[in-house]
């Protein structure tokens, strides 16, 4: 069983429209919570980090964590063309020489 | 900014040959860390290195070794290449007080 697993997707949404992405992972071990986006031919860069249970919010972007579930949440409010991208999950325990586990990635393309 | 560096964006090797895969930080970062990304698969940690001449494997190390001789450099080597290590490779390295990781563009190797 991997210890994060995401939606698969693809998604494919208009523009404007409200984004959920999710993962849900199975060690509680886990105190660190990172969403990384990827665009096409690109390395992964961080979008966002959080590292308690509750929302954080970042413009157009909330990233939601549920430690009791142990589910995990992007939301992208006003989709816009521009973030079409491969969105990754990242999970990490505490003083594990900074070693993520990451899910499989979901692509998401915003139409116009 | 924080600038990783691939070395190579695209090669082609052919089975049987040694690759070497170059990787630069310029931001004094201890950790670094070599993925592959294979579609359905995620990303899958390598293996890393938490100092000079320090390495751990990761999850999928057989097949590839690495060389750190050097601070800012993370080389990862295929001693002799397979096709099934067709791929690509992302390098990473930690920000310490943030837990970010700084991705290279990656380096897409296909061994005919």
């Known amino acids: 069983q991997k210890e994060v697993e995401q939606d698969p997707g693809p998604l494919s949404v208009p523009e404007g429209a409200i984004v959920s992405l999710n993962c849900t992972y199975s060690n509680s071990a886990f105190q660190y919570f990172m969403w990384y986006r990827q665009y096409s031919r690109k390395g992964p860069e961080l979008l966002m980090y959080t590292y308690s249970s509750g929302n954080k919010e970042d413009g157009r972007f909330t990233a939601q964590v549920d430690k009791s579930s142990k589910y995990i949440s992007l939301f992208i409010r006003d989709s816009q063309p521009s973030d079409s991208a491969t969105y990754l999950c990242?999970?990490?325990?505490?003083?594990?020489?900074?070693?993520?586990?990451f899910g499989d990635g979901t692509t998401l393309t915003v139409k116009p | 900014d924080v600038k990783v560096t691939q070395s190579s964006r695209y090669l082609v090797k052919r089975t049987g040959e040694k690759v070497f895969l170059e990787c630069v930080q310029d931001?004094?970062?201890?950790?670094m860390f070599w993925y592959r990304q294979d579609p359905g698969l995620g990303l899958r940690l390598i293996y890393f290195s938490y100092d000079v001449k320090m390495k751990e494997k990761g999850d999928i190390p057989e097949g590839y070794s690495v060389s750190r001789e050097k601070k800012e450099r993370f080389s990862l080597i295929l001693e002799s290449a397979s096709t099934n290590q067709t791929s690509m490779y992302l390098c990473a390295s930690l920000e310490g007080g943030t837990g970010e990781l700084f991705f290279g563009e990656g380096s897409r190797l296909t061994v005919l």
């Open positions: 931001m004094d970062h201890e950790n």
């Open positions: 990242a999970i990490r325990k505490r003083g594990n020489a900074g070693k993520s586990t």
